[in-house]
């Protein structure tokens, strides 16, 4: 067994990565938080899991020991397999899986690509047993569990649900208290004391700019809901590590779009949400589609959408839209057969020029920041006298 590797990375292809170690490249497949973990480093180790098939020997690597253990109580589940245990640990963090499982939020485990939620369900009954008794290295994780099965902190939970609250941030707030000594009563108390000071925080940052039921707090909320150990992937951080731009895409579940949470382009998933406001702005919309593994989509990426130059022009001109090619083969379908049509070939990324109403104007596949800015520009124009 391969139980884990030190050594450098050669390359870095989202789910895999190739790292030498001794003069040999081994292929390794990871979650998304280990790839937020690495950073720009070089040098890496990793805890590994080695699963041994007749066609095939693949290696699965994690950042921390206690990823690893969580990933194989994942595939003990009925139905469970690798690559739905890692979607699972790229979905959520380590406390936020312990938290899910413990308070039976069978909601956000089903948010994970290729889990339903009878799936949820099941993982909550066979899981929860087992993470109360695995030992972890760190300890703040065992807390969670152990205060979310304190009957105090359930009762109050279930009392701030009532109230209209919803589980994900009932839990967070209580999390927050992390105090099992207080009764129902004193937790409750505390919790809305605490979600008040919190909104008015908020609300001095960013008012008059921002209300509280402005959409950019629902983002700020789902970025803050990632937890601690959540790590944004982008190049635009504050001094505190926390990411400038927080998009729409902080609200989806594919680990794929939430590389792009943090884009200064304004990004939407595809949404009635999206066409609505183009068709309100009346603004063409900027559609690019790829997938986790593509390397020219993270080219494209780092090139263009995390240029706060290519940003700022789309956000003044188009309403974009991210798609995972994976989540929704049907729309990518619909605009690979554009670009064959006019360019005669096609590829990923993907991007297309398309009016409110979802005609295509333009598609094509990957282009360095110049010539995107060029078609962008050029594009504008006549696409204003088509929707005019």
């Known amino acids: 067994m391969i139980g884990r590797l030190s050594g450098k990375i050669l390359e870095k292809n989202p789910p895999e990565i190739l790292l030498e170690v001794g003069g040999i490249g081994y292929e390794i497949l990871c979650p998304m938080s280990t790839f937020y973990e690495m950073g720009a480093d070089t040098n890496l180790m990793l805890h ?17 020991k206690d990823e690893k253990t969580l990933f194989r109580e994942l595939i003990r589940v009925n139905g469970i397999g690798p690559k739905v245990a890692l979607a699972i640990l790229s979905h959520l963090n380590i ?34 047993d087992r993470l109360e008794k695995i030992e972890l290295s760190n300890t703040k994780y065992q807390k969670i569990t152990a205060s979310n ?18 589980v994900k941030e ?34 001095l940052i ?5 209300a509280w039921a402005h959409p950019a707090m629902e983002l700020e909320q789902a970025y803050l809901d990632k937890g601690k150990d959540y790590t944004p992937r982008t190049q635009h ?30 990004w ?28 020219w989509c993270h080219v494209m990426e780092e090139e263009s959408f995390d240029d706060v ?31 064959q049509l006019i360019n005669g070939s096609g590829g990923w990324p993907l991007n297309a020029v398309i009016l409110p109403d979802g005609k295509a104007f333009f598609a094509g596949t990957y282009f360095p920041k110049p010539q995107l800015l060029d078609i962008l520009s050029l594009s504008i124009k006549p696409i204003r006298l088509i929707i005019s």
């Open 170 to 203: 009932a839990d967070r707030m209580l999390n927050a208290i992390n105090d099992d000594t207080l009764t129902t009563e004193e937790l409750i108390r505390l919790a809305l004391q605490n979600q008040a000071m919190f909104r008015i925080f908020m609300a």
């Open 237 to 266: 951080l504050d001094k505190q590590g926390r990411a400038k731009f927080v998009n729409h895409l902080i609200l989806e579940s594919s680990p794929y779009l939430l590389q792009h949470a943090h884009n200064p382009v304004n």
């Open 309 to 339: 130059e290519v940003a700022k022009f789309l956000n003044k001109h188009f309403i974009s839209i991210k798609v995972d090619r994976e989540i929704r083969p049907d729309v990518d379908a619909t605009y690979m057969n554009v670009s």
């Open 95 to 128: 406390a936020s899986l312990m938290n899910a499982v413990a308070m039976e939020d069978d909601v956000l485990l089903a948010k994970t690509p290729g889990i339903g939620k009878k799936t949820a369900q099941k993982l909550i009954v066979e899981l929860k």
């Open 149 to 166: 099965t304190n009957p105090n902190t359930q009762k109050a939970a279930q009392a701030l649900q009532a109230l209209g609250f919803k």
């Open 206 to 210: 960013f008012l008059p700019i921002l």
């Open 48 to 64: 590994t899991h080695l699963q041994v098939k007749e066609d095939a020997h693949t290696l699965y690597g994690f950042i921390s």
């Open 268 to 295: 939407y998933g595809f949404s009635d949400e999206a066409f609505d406001k183009a068709k309100a702005e009346n603004k063409p919309i900027f559609i690019s589609i790829g997938y986790a593994t593509c390397h």
